[in-house]
Structure formats: structure tokens, C-alpha cells
């Protein structure tokens, strides 16, 4: 197989592709995260009221900017359980920005909801065991 000059010349330079910089910029994308825990151990039958309530938003020209939040409620008693989370949030690049780049934005809300009948704490169950 015979090579020409200008094959060799091509090969040679596409060798080099990924030992240069690449053009393209690259873009930090806006990220909203609120992560919420809720348990309840109770004593009552009555299942635990958990509410997580999260408001998220951005503006047209942001990039790269972060809300975090984390949020833990531990109910624990003989009586019926009310817990919950109001969270807002917001990123923006505002006039901060001038870069005339924007990127999109990532809202993350993973929540977790824990609601335990505990005959511990259960007063009624507790007077049935005494004779």
C-alpha cells in the first residue's frame, strides 16, 4: 500500500487532535438542590402529616450558580405528627453576568419520608400491658 505525502500529512495532524484545546466553550449549568428528611416515631395510628413544598426559578442569564439546601425533621412522641419543609429558591447571573453565555438549569428535590407506629410510645398499648 502506497502512502502519499499528503495522507501522511493528514494522519500526522489528526494524531495531534487530542493534544489540542478544544474551540468549543464549555458551560456550567445552574443547579438547584433541596434534599428533605423526614421521620416520624409516634405513638399514634394516625399517619404522620410530611409535606415538602420546594419553589424553584432562574433567570434568562445565568451560569453556573448553585442553591443548596438540606433539610432534617425528627418527630418523636406519643401523639400524631405534623412536619413540613416550605423551600424557595433561586439562581440568576443577573447583571453579573456578561459573558452573553447562559446555561440551563438543573432542580434536584429528592425527598425521603419516614412515618413509624411505635407501641413505645403508645400510651393505650402501654395500659393494656399493665395488669
Not at 495522507?7 to 500526522?12: G, H, K, P
Not at 410530611?50 to 448553585?66: P, R
Not at 401523639?79 to 453579573?96: C, K, L, N, P, R
Request: proline residues 6%; contains cysteine.
Amino acid at each position: 500500500m502506497k502512502f502519499t505525502a499528503h495522507s501522511l500529512a493528514l494522519f500526522s495532524l489528526t494524531a495531534l487532535f487530542p493534544l489540542i484545546p478544544s474551540v468549543t466553550p464549555s458551560a456550567n449549568a445552574c443547579a438547584i438542590v433541596d434534599a428533605t428528611t423526614q421521620v416520624a416515631i409516634h405513638g399514634s395510628k394516625t399517619p404522620a402529616t410530611q409535606e415538602n413544598n420546594v419553589a424553584t426559578g432562574s433567570d434568562d442569564n445565568c451560569l453556573g450558580n448553585t442553591a443548596v439546601g438540606t433539610t432534617t425533621q425528627v418527630g418523636i412522641g406519643s401523639g400524631e405528627v405534623q412536619q413540613s419543609h416550605q423551600g424557595a429558591y433561586f439562581v440568576g447571573g443577573g447583571d453579573a453576568n456578561n459573558t452573553g453565555i447562559t446555561s440551563p438549569t438543573v432542580t434536584v428535590t429528592p425527598q425521603t419520608q419516614v412515618d413509624v407506629y411505635s407501641p413505645a410510645h403508645d400510651q393505650e398499648f402501654l395500659n393494656r400491658l399493665v395488669p
